[in-house]
């Protein structure tokens, strides 16, 4: 549910003010001490970035991201609240235009209610993040290694819908290791009503997502939706995703597949990461990543990258991203950026 805002010059001058503040206000945040408050109630945080991206057809930019505030409730009773209400593109400089904000808009990411049943079941309701492989779910700036995200995670599936969702934890002992089953059923309520660009609107989104949390994590995510245009099929997606940990370093990766419902291909895409550790809370990235879409785009990516830890809740990351030339709005070339978590 995007809502589209300040398209007056009054709106571009707010904007440019109130992001200045906010941006200000973190970075205060983020460098003072703090201490954790665990007693229940209304708890506010969020997140935001900034960098620059140099490609190598077209103009450099600096931009400010992306400005995230989370407001929760939790008393310790079974019913909690969650939102999430972000500022996109609030601030751009090139070499052309100077600083610019006609850009930016509001985007309600998450607006929902959970209804904890028992210890394994849990109700959920509102606008949430579709449950389908792990980046979608985790995909904040500083909780993700790069500042560029995997095709097959953007293009594929809707990123949020508005319905509702049963999900749980279930404990387990496999061959006397503890592990954990997750699981997670989905179905639209509402269908988005607003579009933003090119932004793919979905409809009659249903599906669900299960993951064995042990020393590989793998996940399985099964999904049917419709484009919502004109003459669009109905889609079945598959989905398998993984992360695990090997001395150090941090593997991961995630697939999907795409049918028609009369069979033919709908599409599909790829990707693999690694994250080796260098020392000093530096890490070397590398991904490869393939994407195909049926009378649209095609091609694959790698990304090769530093990322610099600084804190447990700030990072700084350099990438140097190539590959096909189909992907406009991920463009070839030197992206850098910085986010935070307050």
């Given at each position: 549910?995007?809502?589209?805002?300040?398209?007056?010059?009054?709106g571009?001058?707010?904007?440019?003010?109130?992001?200045v503040?906010?941006?200000?206000?973190?970075?205060?945040?983020?460098?003072?001490?703090?201490?954790?408050?665990?007693?229940?109630?209304?708890?506010?945080?969020?997140?935001?970035?900034?960098?620059?991206?140099?490609?190598?057809?077209?103009?450099t930019?600096?931009?400010?991201?992306?400005?995230?505030?989370?407001?929760?409730?939790?008393?310790?009773?079974?019913?909690k609240?969650?939102?999430?209400l972000?500022?996109?593109?609030?601030?751009?400089?090139?070499?052309?235009?100077?600083?610019?904000?006609?850009?930016?808009?509001?985007?309600?990411?998450?607006?929902?209610?959970?209804?904890?049943?028992?210890?394994?079941?849990?109700?959920?309701?509102?606008?949430?993040?579709?449950?389908?492989?792990?980046?979608?779910?985790?995909?904040?700036?500083?909780?993700?290694?790069?500042?560029?995200?995997?095709?097959?995670?953007?293009?594929?599936?809707?990123?949020?819908?508005n319905?509702?969702?049963?999900?749980?934890?279930?404990?387990?002992n496999?061959?006397?290791?503890?592990?954990?089953?997750?699981?997670?059923?989905?179905a639209?309520?509402?269908?988005?009503?607003?579009?933003?660009?090119?932004?793919?609107i979905y409809?009659n989104?249903?599906?669900?997502?299960?993951?064995?949390?042990?020393?590989?994590?793998?996940?399985?995510?099964?999904?049917?939706?419709?484009?919502?245009?004109?003459?669009?099929?109905?889609?079945?997606?598959?989905?398998?995703?993984?992360?695990?940990?090997?001395?150090?370093?941090?593997?991961?990766?995630?697939?999907?597949?795409?049918?028609?419902?009369?069979?033919?291909?709908?599409?599909?895409?790829?990707?693999?990461?690694?994250?080796?550790?260098?020392?000093?809370?530096?890490?070397?990235?590398?991904?490869?990543?393939?994407?195909?879409?049926?009378?649209?785009?095609?091609?694959?990516?790698?990304?090769?990258?530093?990322?610099?830890?600084?804190?447990?809740?700030?990072?700084?990351?350099?990438?140097?991203?190539?590959?096909?030339?189909?992907?406009?709005?991920?463009?070839?070339?030197?992206?850098?950026?910085?986010?935070?978590?307050?």
């Amino acid at each position: 549910m995007r809502l589209r805002c300040m398209s007056i010059s009054a709106g571009r001058q707010l904007v440019y003010a109130v992001s200045v503040a906010l941006l200000a206000t973190v970075c205060k945040i983020a460098h003072a001490d703090e201490t954790t408050d665990e007693s229940p109630g209304f708890q506010l945080g969020g997140y935001a970035s900034a960098g620059i991206t140099a490609p190598r057809k077209g103009n450099t930019e600096f931009n400010l991201n992306e400005i995230s505030l989370m407001l929760s409730w939790d008393n310790n009773a079974r019913l909690k609240f969650f939102s999430e209400l972000e500022l996109e593109r609030p601030l751009s400089w090139n070499e052309n235009r100077h600083f610019n904000s006609k850009n930016s808009y509001f985007d309600l990411e998450r607006l929902y209610l959970d209804y904890n049943v028992s210890e394994k079941i849990n109700i959920r309701g509102g606008r949430f993040l579709t449950p389908a492989g792990r980046w979608n779910l985790l995909h904040a700036a500083p909780l993700v290694w790069t500042g560029t995200r995997p095709l097959a995670t953007n293009y594929l599936f809707p990123a949020a819908i508005n319905g509702v969702m049963m999900h749980g934890t279930t404990p387990l002992n496999i061959n006397g290791e503890e592990q954990s089953f997750e699981y997670a059923f989905f179905a639209e309520t509402l269908k988005d009503q607003d579009k933003e660009d090119d932004e793919i609107i979905y409809k009659n989104v249903a599906g669900a997502h299960f993951k064995l949390n042990n020393r590989f994590n793998l996940g399985l995510s099964l999904a049917t939706f419709t484009e919502d245009r004109p003459g669009s099929p109905d889609y079945r997606m598959l989905g398998l995703d993984f992360i695990t940990h090997v001395k150090g370093w941090e593997i991961s990766g995630e697939g999907f597949q795409r049918f028609t419902s009369n069979g033919s291909d709908g599409g599909s895409g790829a990707y693999l990461q690694s994250a080796a550790p260098l020392g000093s809370n530096w890490y070397w990235l590398t991904r490869l990543e393939t994407f195909q879409k049926p009378d649209a785009v095609s091609g694959e990516r790698w990304v090769l990258g530093l990322t610099k830890r600084i804190t447990p809740t700030q990072l700084l990351k350099m990438e140097f991203v190539g590959g096909s030339d189909n992907f406009t709005d991920t463009p070839r070339g030197f992206i850098g950026s910085f986010a935070v978590l307050f």
